[in-house]
């Protein structure tokens, strides 16, 4: 109950196209939802982050969808860029544990000039 | 750069070696962490120190033993390690623990074990 599952496992766009990652989780005490970004030889660092009681949030290019119902949330990446190179890991957490994240298994995101 | 520096950044160690791995932190911040991140898998939260103190272990072997002297530094002392301990190891820094937020992490150490 504490996984969150992640997918596709890598994803290749064109410039300019449109990134969509997926994640789904079954503890429904979840309700801190953050996306990491990690660029080869460095370690992940927060991207955008959302709570249950919005839908949508969305920062510059990035926007996270949010389904409460059907537990599960996404990761747009709007006029994606090969600067948007990277592997991205959504993750979750409740109250009770604070920073402790569960993590998803990561996607490899390729963005082609 | 995060504020959060790991060193050494590569590590090559046979199985009956000992090592350690270092982690500082510049941030203030009271709440440090280990992750374990291996290929196509989830990160996995190791030891969790809050003021020093650790907090969580999650049934991590005790071939890793880790030490926090105080709030800004951590250590992750290695023996015997196993080939499938081969991975990146983080070290990741937050405020609290106990709230939900951003966490700051190190570049990692690329670990083989052979």
């Known amino acids: 109950q504490q996984q969150v599952k992640q997918s596709p496992q890598s994803l290749i766009v064109q410039k300019g196209g449109i990134s969509i990652i997926n994640c789904a989780y079954e503890?429904?005490?979840?309700?801190?939802f953050p996306w990491y970004q990690q660029f080869p030889g460095k370690g992940p660092a927060l991207l955008i982050a959302i709570r249950p009681d919005v839908s949508e949030k969305k920062e510059g290019r990035f926007t996270i969808s949010f389904n409460k119902s059907a537990k599960q949330f996404s990761l747009h990446i709007m006029d994606s860029q090969p600067g948007d190179s990277a592997t991205y890991f959504c993750?979750?957490?409740?109250?009770?544990?604070?920073?402790?994240?569960?993590f998803g298994e990561g996607t490899q995101l390729t963005v082609n000039p | 750069e995060t504020g959060v520096t790991q060193t050494p950044r590569h590590l090559v160690m046979g199985m009956t070696n000992k090592k350690s791995l270092k982690c500082e932190q510049h941030l203030g911040h009271n709440a440090m962490y280990w992750y374990k991140q291996s290929a196509k898998k989830p990160l996995e939260l190791m030891f969790v120190y809050n003021f020093k103190e650790q907090t969580e272990n999650n049934s991590v072997p005790s071939r890793f033993s880790p030490e926090c002297p105080n709030s800004s530094h951590l250590f992750l002392h290695l023996h015997t390690l196993q080939p499938e301990d081969s991975a990146l190891y983080l070290c990741a820094s937050s405020p609290d623990p106990l709230r939900r937020e951003k966490l700051f992490f190190g570049s990692g150490t690329q670990l083989s074990v052979l």
């Open positions: 503890n429904t005490a979840f309700d801190y």
């Open positions: 993750a979750a957490t409740q109250e009770t544990s604070g920073s402790r994240l569960t």
